[in-house]
């Protein structure tokens, strides 16, 4: 439409004039319920795999933000969790969960100090083979999948899908828009605006005029 009015109407050259594209929104992936997200984990075998699903879910935490925690990184005393470096190369601290912090205690007696015995602050939390190796993302995504089909989950969600389930708890529930980006460690808030386009209504307690209607 522009190319015409300016080189019909107005008799202009185009030449090789470019026009950018508008900013397209971003789209998120499905969000499971918490039902099914509990299912979910309570279907994940591997304790180390369980917890890594739990914190993304009860934290709001990336992939990569989790599998970079090193064992100091847990705060139970603040019950926060210190996430390094996110993906905008900050530094931000997450909410710890009560009843993840019981399962991390777990996982660790259990898992971590059966296989690697002694420990350093600055080990990792979630390890691969051994306590200095970090386990990759991908390995993550393929046992992501393997729980879904064990607990016959047939929606198409990824790992990335805990932690918007995270955020969209929280709308749910009436937490303010800028405490939600503080968690996620959104910049702008603008990314937080699009998980009302996920959230329930039923539950933020929204009516329609028909309710409204009735208690007049």
């Known amino acids: 439409a522009l190319k015409y009015i300016l080189t019909v109407v107005l008799k202009k050259d185009w030449g090789n004039k470019q026009i950018p594209c508008e900013r397209g929104y971003k789209t998120y992936t499905n969000v499971l319920s918490h039902a099914q997200t509990m299912k979910l984990i309570e279907h994940t075998d591997a304790i180390a795999f369980k917890n890594i699903f739990l914190l993304m879910y009860s934290s709001g935490m990336r992939v990569s933000e989790v599998l970079n925690l090193r064992i100091a990184d847990i705060d139970p005393n603040r019950m926060q969790i210190k996430i390094r470096q996110s993906k905008n190369g900050a530094s931000r601290r997450a909410i710890l969960s009560p009843k ?24 990792f939390l979630f390890f691969s083979v051994r306590k200095n190796t970090r386990i990759s993302s991908n390995i993550i995504g393929r046992e992501l999948k393997k729980s879904l089909v064990k607990s016959c989950i047939q929606s198409k969600v990824t790992c990335h899908s805990l932690r918007h389930g995270f955020a969209v708890a929280l709308m749910e529930n009436g937490v303010p828009f ?18 009302t386009k996920l959230a329930d209504y039923s539950k933020m307690g929204i009516k329609t005029p028909l309710e409204y209607m009735e208690t007049e």
């Open 100 to 123: 993840a912090l019981t399962s991390l205690r777990e996982y660790f007696k259990k898992h971590w100090l059966k296989i690697n015995g002694t420990y350093d602050p600055e080990d």
């Open 178 to 195: 800028n405490t939600i980006a503080e968690l996620m460690g959104h910049r702008s808030l603008r990314s937080t605006r699009m998980y």
